[in-house]
Every structure is written in C-alpha cells, then in structure tokens.
C-alpha cells in the first residue's frame, strides 16, 4: 500500500525564522511528488518535482526531492505570517493514483 | 477566470438522505478527481475520470458513485447518506492524471451528516 508520511505535524515559529517541512514516501512506481499550501480553503499548487537533486525555488520556498532515500523537503525562508497554512505532500505512483499525506500546520506567529 | 466551481458550498444531511454535489471546470481538462479531507488528514481521493464517459476508483469509494457525462462536469452522488460520510469534499482537475501535473482544487463543500 502507497504511504505518505509528512513531519512534523504542527510546527510554531516566528516571523523571520526558516523552516524545513519533510515529506516520505513509499509508492510503487513513483511518478512525481507535489506540495500544496492549504489555508482556509482549496490547496493550491506549490512544486512539482520528478528528478533528484534539483532544486525548484519561488520566492523564499524551495524544494528538493531525493529519489534515492525516498523524501523531499520543502524550506521557506524569512517566514511571514502570510504564511501560516496546512502544507501538503502528494505523490502520483502506479495507475496514476495521487497518496497524500496528512499535512503539516505550520503556524508563523508576529 | 472560474477554473474549478464546486455546488454547494455547504449542505446538512440527514442519514439516509442523498445528494449530489456538482463539479464543474472551464479549462477543457481530461482528468477530473474527488477527493475528501477529514480534520487532520491529507486529502484522500474518492472517484476520479480520465475523461468523458469514463470513472474509476480510488482509496475511498464505498458509499459513493459518480458521473462523468460531460468533460466540463463531474458527479459525487451519495446514495444513502451516512455519519461517516461527514468531511469536507474537494474536486479537482488537471491536464493529465494523478499529481504529473499540478491539479487545480475547487472551493470545497462542507457536509455534515446528522
């Protein structure tokens, strides 16, 4: 069975302060892994990463995939209030079927 | 831009009830999806279509049903109405399928079930 494990769950910083969010996965015939943010409502695309070791960056986010010890990461830098959300991890494996995990809240306080 | 428009936006069932929440996306995709988020968990997906006249299965799919008739459109029927079925549902859509590509998620629908 696929699985998605994402940590930490609930994470509290303040402004200014970087954080790294970890995503793990176990899915047959993996295609590609995304990150979504999800704040009140729908989860809106953040990355999309197919290959090892390349960076994807926007902003103060990036992210980073290891196809070899099955994780990425994503890190936002100088973190603002703006972005307190819920971000999500999803990767696509066999059939096409999408695996999410169960998010990470992460709250930026003043 | 509409994109992804979900209806209803809330609903409050009785148990037994049914009801189908109507999915519709204005940017000619082929692959549309329903998922379900329940508090704390990530999004798990219900039903999903590669295209017009087409449905299958995902992790979640007993208690509901779907229909594809038209490819701006995708159905989540639930027939019988249970507690469990109590979430938030989100619809999707993208230019190929699973998480190839970014998907694009509608606003949610919010349904209790009493």
């Known amino acids: 069975e696929d699985k998605v494990v994402q940590s930490p769950l609930s994470l509290v910083v303040h402004e200014g302060d970087t954080v790294t969010l970890n995503c793990s996965y176990e899915v047959t015939n993996f295609r590609s892994l995304l990150w979504y943010k999800q704040e009140k409502k729908a989860p809106t695309f953040l990355f999309m990463l197919t290959s090892s070791g390349i960076e994807k960056k926007s902003g103060r986010l990036s992210s980073i995939l290891d196809k070899k010890e099955l994780f990425s990461i994503l890190n936002i830098t100088a973190t603002q209030t703006g972005d307190s959300a819920v971000y999500l991890c999803a990767v696509g494996g066999a059939a096409g079927k999408s695996t999410f995990g169960d998010g990470t809240t992460l709250t930026v306080k003043p | 831009n509409a994109g992804v428009t979900q209806t209803p936006k809330f609903r409050v069932l009785k148990t037994g009830q049914s009801m189908t929440l109507l999915c519709a996306q204005d940017m000619n995709h082929e692959y549309m999806y329903w998922y379900r988020q329940d508090p704390g968990m990530g999004l798990r997906l219900i039903h999903y279509?590669?295209?017009?006249?087409?449905?299958a299965k995902g992790e979640v799919p007993d208690g509901y049903n779907v229909s594809r008739l038209k490819k701006q459109n995708f159905l989540l029927g639930l027939e019988s109405a249970a507690p469990s079925q109590t979430s938030v549902y989100f619809c999707?859509?993208?230019?190929?399928?699973?998480?190839?590509?970014?998907?694009?998620f509608g606003q949610g629908t919010r349904l209790t079930v009493v």
């Open positions: 999707a859509s993208s230019f190929t399928l699973g998480p190839n590509t970014e998907a694009f």
């Open positions: 279509s590669v295209g017009e006249g087409t449905t």
